[in-house]
């Protein structure tokens, strides 16, 4: 059973199109991290949220934590080709991370 | 800066065969240390984590055994593996905040 539940669980669309992932849970995180993972490869850390609320850039991607930290979206502008691979969230509980299952966005040129 | 290694980077094993994964960090002391599976195209999931030589923690019970023997080396071991023992693994180690830094992962196929 995931406690992390992000959606869609996969995506297509055309370089240049906006796209939006979401991931949820149905209980307060202390903290958020995204991930970016390419085939054959190890994740990729990209952000960590902490407080409710806050948003984040790092570039065409933006980062939002619900005020309530229950939930977070990552939303890229713009994708390119380079933008595919499989995006994780994931949630710190004591020295641990449980990961949501992941959402696969590919990006056509 | 800090590295971390996996190898072998495949491995085809037939089933009932024993498994040895090997995972090390360098760059860094005292790391937590993770090993995580990954079926295709979906989320992780953790199997053992590890805050100190000698320390794991399983997370499920299966097939598989992981120990420490040394601060910055962690190894992931069957006696007898199941085809279901399949997958991607993944190494990773964390020192605060619990940001986890990954391999490059191991590509298991048991037939």
């Known amino acids: 059973t995931q406690l992390l539940e992000q959606s869609p669980q996969f995506l297509s669309i055309q370089e240049g199109e906006n796209l939006t992932v979401y991931c949820n849970s149905s209980?307060?995180?202390?903290?958020l991290q995204w991930y970016r993972q390419e085939p054959g490869e190890g994740p990729v850390l990209l952000v960590t949220?902490?407080?409710?609320?806050e948003v984040k850039k790092l570039k065409r991607l933006t980062f939002q934590f619900g005020d309530a930290r229950k939930d977070s979206s990552l939303h890229i502008t713009a994708a390119q080709p380079g933008d595919t691979g499989l995006y994780l969230c994931?949630?710190?509980?004591?020295?641990?991370?449980?990961f949501g299952g992941g959402t696969r966005v590919l990006v056509k040129p | 800066s800090q590295t971390i290694h996996q190898w072998p980077a495949t491995l085809v094993q037939p089933v009932g065969s024993p498994l040895s994964l090997e995972c090390t960090v360098e760059?860094?002391?005292?790391?937590?240390l993770y090993w995580y599976r990954q079926a295709a195209g979906r989320g992780l999931q953790l199997l053992f984590y590890?805050?100190?030589?000698?320390?794991i923690s399983s997370e499920v019970p299966q097939n598989l055994s992981a120990s420490r023997p040394q601060d910055r080396q962690f190894i992931l071991s069957s006696k007898k593996l199941l085809l279901s023992d399949s997958g991607f693994y993944l190494c990773a180690w964390s020192r605060s905040y619990n940001e986890q830094f990954f391999g490059p992962g191991t590509r298991l196929t048991v037939l």
């Open positions: 209980s307060v995180f202390s903290s």
């Open positions: 760059g860094t002391s005292n790391p937590n």
């Open positions: 590890s805050v100190g030589i000698g320390q």
């Open positions: 949220v902490v407080t409710g609320g």
């Open positions: 994931a949630r710190a509980a004591g020295n641990k991370l449980t």
